[in-house]
Nanobody, 115 residues
Framework: QVQLVESGGGLVQAGGSLRLSCAAS????????MSWYRQAPGKQRELVAA???????TYADSVKGRFTISRDNAKNTVYLQMNSLKPEDTALYFC?????????WGQGTQVTVST
């Protein structure tokens, strides 16, 4: 059973930074891909950033240059460093792990960016 627990969300002013954490039960290196998604009210869930087992990073165009995905294998944790936050980044952020055709999701952490 894979468990993912997100943390680090909160309220921040535009231009500020937050770092989200996704703690996994067990080693994060066993997953094919770990990623962050977000869902704003009334919108579809969208991919924000992904990190493959080999270390390849993928970002949505809207966050390139501002967000960075990384992992700490020793802590079984994946991070999303978010800088230069904008009000349009406001959403519920989810961690996802992919393992041999199965996908696992955390419960989400809310990020709210004020003007």
């Amino acid at each position: 059973q894979v468990q993912l627990v997100e943390s680090g969300g909160g309220l921040v002013q535009a231009g500020g930074s937050l770092r989200l954490s996704c703690a996994a039960s067990g080693s994060v290196t066993r997953f094919n891909v770990m990623s962050w998604y977000r869902q704003a009210p009334g919108k579809q869930r969208e991919l924000v950033a992904a990190l493959s087992r080999s270390g390849t990073q993928t970002y949505a165009d809207s966050v390139k240059g501002r967000f960075t995905i990384s992992r700490d294998n020793a802590k079984n944790t994946v991070y999303l460093q978010m800088n230069s936050l904008k009000p349009e980044d406001t959403a519920l952020y989810f961690c996802r792990a992919d393992l041999f055709g199965y996908e696992y999701w955390g419960q989400g952490t809310q990020v709210t960016v004020s003007t």
